[in-house]
């Protein structure tokens, strides 16, 4: 991106190559069975990355990245693990569609704060409808449960993302500030492409409860967790846990039951290698068994266990490449404590012990203007 009329034109380029792409699968007129949308979806984005257009700008590190995850989607699809390639595209998606976003603007609304605020209050008015309190109701009907919890968890981070985005940017640069307008955009991008690829479904949809007292659970888990040496060590991995568990609150908070099931498991997850001391592993045998245990219970009753599935479709993975004798940790987890909270999480709330009352009340004093 030299400067503004290269970028212009490198934008017109990659464009055409997209709506080339989108072409090639799009069913036109075709008299034929209409494609699968996530097998044009990851093929779409696939043959942009290919392009001469994707291997400049901002799309030449968004390729080192995103190129090999919609691979390993489109191999997803090819053994059977649909959910699995499901996570991997919309996780593959907000990336691209922020670079999209970041391509087609000008060079001086990334070097001129005035530029940049002139922008931030445009998106202001084209994402007027996406930025205030969530409706619970705002995916139903989407379809798999899986595919709503994915686009329930981003509703909530377009409004985060676009309030961030002007501070940052005054803060920082204004390079900086589009990025986190671009990532409002691609989040209700996602939101977008969740009912675009939702298909209708015979299994009846999972009944979703609050899981605040789960929550709760797993942020305790983590705070005892949380001490030397791992609180040192492993501090990043305690922040993204954390962070996980803060989404997981504030979504079932505003009721997007979906989207909190998924925070929820994912935090799980990210809990489980840190607990002290460390859960044991199953032998490899033994996971497998666990895993298939699973499977079936996930396909019986008529219900849709599509959030339990794509946590199970991404353990069977890990197992099916890991070296011969071993039991991956992120399986093991999975197996073990995550599909367990899973089905936990479906059955009625149990009664919540009573909180004890405090002893002792702190005040804090902040002096004025410091």
Not at 133 to 152: C, D, H, K, T, Y
Not at 162 to 178: H, I, Q
Not at 229 to 252: Q, T, V
Request: hydrophobic share 45%; glycine share 8%; charged share 20%.
């Amino acid at each position: 991106m030299k400067d503004g009329r290269a970028r212009s034109v490198s934008w017109m380029a990659a464009a055409v190559l997209l709506s080339l792409a989108t072409a090639r699968v799009s069913p036109g007129f075709s008299s034929g069975p209409a494609p699968d949308p996530l097998v044009a979806e990851i093929e779409r984005w696939s043959a942009f990355l290919r392009s001469d257009a994707a291997s400049h700008g901002v799309w030449a590190g968004l390729k080192r990245g995103n190129q090999p995850l919609l691979a390993r989607a489109a191999q997803d699809l090819a053994q059977g693990r649909r959910l699995l390639a499901l996570h991997r595209l919309t996780m593959a998606e907000v990336g691209l569609a922020a670079g999209a976003y970041l391509s087609a603007r000008p060079a001086d609304q990334h070097q001129d704060i005035a530029r940049f605020e002139a922008e931030w209050a445009r998106m202001g008015k084209a994402l007027r409808g996406d930025l205030g309190p969530p409706s619970p109701a705002a995916l139903a009907g989407v379809q798999p449960a899986a595919l709503r919890a994915l686009g329930e968890a981003a509703i909530p981070q377009v409004r985060a993302y676009y309030v961030a985005s002007l501070e940052y940017g005054r803060s920082t640069t204004p390079g900086d500030g589009l990025f986190y307008l671009a990532t409002a955009q691609a989040q209700r991008d996602l939101v977008e492409l969740c009912r675009r690829l939702s298909t209708p479904a015979s299994l009846k949809p999972p009944s979703l409860r609050s899981l605040r007292a789960e929550i709760d659970g797993l942020q305790s888990d983590l705070i005892k967790a949380y001490k030397p040496p791992a609180s040192i060590d492993r501090h990043g991995d305690f922040i993204s846990a954390d962070a996980a568990l803060k989404e997981a609150r504030e979504l079932d908070t505003a009721g997007l039951r979906y989207g909190a099931m998924l925070r929820y498991l994912d935090a799980a997850l990210l809990v489980a290698p840190l607990r002290q001391p460390a859960p044991p592993q199953l032998a490899p045998a033994a996971l497998r068994k666990r895993l298939d245990e699973f499977a079936a219970r996930l396909s019986t009753g008529g219900i849709d266990h599509s959030l339990g599935r794509m946590m199970l479709e991404g353990a069977q993975d890990e197992v099916a490449s890991a070296a011969p004798g071993t039991s991956p940790a992120a399986s093991t987890a999975i197996a073990t404590d995550v599909l367990p909270r899973y089905f936990a999480a479906l059955a009625p709330a149990r009664p919540e012990p009573p909180k004890p009352k405090p002893q002792v009340i702190v005040t804090l004093v902040r002096w004025p203007y410091t």
